[in-house]
């Protein structure tokens, strides 16, 4: 039994490209690591401070 579609969370950017190489199913991604969070990128999403520190308007 297979997935209709993949959807990412937390991996690297190296890791999201091998996946979706290998993957038969329809894959996106919703939250990629980054440097700037510590990779913890949902902290972002979770934090006002961070809101501001990195959406900045």
């Known amino acids: 039994m297979g997935t209709d579609i993949n959807v990412l969370v937390g991996l690297c ?3 999201d490209m ?3 190489k290998h993957c038969d199913a329809l894959v996106t991604t919703l ?3 980054d440097k700037v969070t510590g990779n913890n990128p949902q902290a972002a999403l979770y934090n006002i401070f961070a ?3 990195y959406f900045k308007p």
């Open 13 to 15: 950017l190296g890791h």
């Open 18 to 20: 091998i996946f979706t």
């Open 31 to 33: 939250i990629v690591k």
């Open 51 to 53: 809101k501001r520190a």
